[in-house]
């Protein structure tokens, strides 16, 4: 089983402000990480597919990057609704496997 | 558009059944992989598992095996999850997903149904 290690567990930051989050796999998941945001009582949306993709209607802020284990989501600019978690996948490898989260709040 | 509503949630007790559907619309629903996947209350995301457009593929977590069953029904145009031997881990919030035709990502997501085990 792929493990998805996501880093931090917590960030802090204010609008306007540029986040980086971190999804390192326990081994190479030839690029075909995900990027979902869940904001509460919601079910998650795709940010991101194939590392650096984004899906459709998702602004140009988010992007994404990485390839083997390191994956990077970013976003330039932080606006109020961005603040949510993110959780990357892997679908390299059965079983699919989700990162334990990065959760993005207001400073 | 693409719409998916799960059904079937509720309260069970531990080693009971329960069967859980997810009726699709908006989409050409035979040609697409469907999956489940389940939010244990305040945790992250776990994929249960994945059958593909002619039912003849299923894939499941190991922690599910030999208690969990997915089919489909593509002339109804809805997924379904038969649980039993129910464990109190099981208990969460169980989203159905799409994932097109060429096993993609999770793209669009159910509003979930909610599972609870307990006596």
């Known amino acids: 089983e792929i493990l998805l290690t996501q880093s931090p567990a917590t960030l802090s930051l204010s609008p306007g402000e540029r986040a980086t989050l971190s999804c390192r796999a326990s081994?190479?998941?030839?690029?075909?990480l995900v990027w979902y945001q869940q904001k509460p009582g919601q079910a998650p949306r795709l940010l991101i597919y194939d590392a650096s993709n984004r899906a459709t209607g998702i602004p140009a802020r988010f992007s994404g990057s990485g390839s083997g284990t390191d994956y990077t989501l970013t976003i330039s600019s932080l606006e109020p609704d961005d603040f949510a978690v993110y959780y990357c996948?892997?679908?390299?490898?059965?079983?699919?496997?989700f990162g334990q989260g990065t959760r993005l709040e207001i400073k | 558009e693409v719409l998916l509503l799960e059904s079937g949630g509720g309260l069970v007790q531990p080693g009971g059944s329960l069967r859980l559907s997810c009726a699709a619309s908006?989409?050409?629903?035979?040609?697409?992989?469907m999956n489940w996947l389940r939010q244990a209350p305040g945790k992250g995301l776990e994929w249960v598992s994945t059958?593909?457009?002619?039912?003849?593929?299923?894939h499941y977590v190991d922690s599910v095996k030999g208690r969990f069953t997915v089919s489909r029904d593509n002339s109804k145009n809805t997924l379904y999850l038969q649980m039993n031997s129910l464990r109190a881990e099981d208990t969460a919030l169980y989203y159905c997903?799409?994932?097109?035709?060429?096993?993609?990502?999770?793209?669009?997501w159910g509003q979930g149904t909610m599972v609870t085990v307990s006596s």
């Open positions: 997903a799409e994932r097109g035709t060429n096993w993609g990502p999770f793209n669009m």
């Open positions: 996948q892997q679908r390299s490898n059965w079983p699919i496997t």
């Open positions: 908006g989409f050409t629903f035979s040609s697409y992989v």
């Open positions: 059958i593909s457009g002619s039912g003849g593929t299923t």
């Open positions: 081994q190479s998941v030839s690029s075909t």
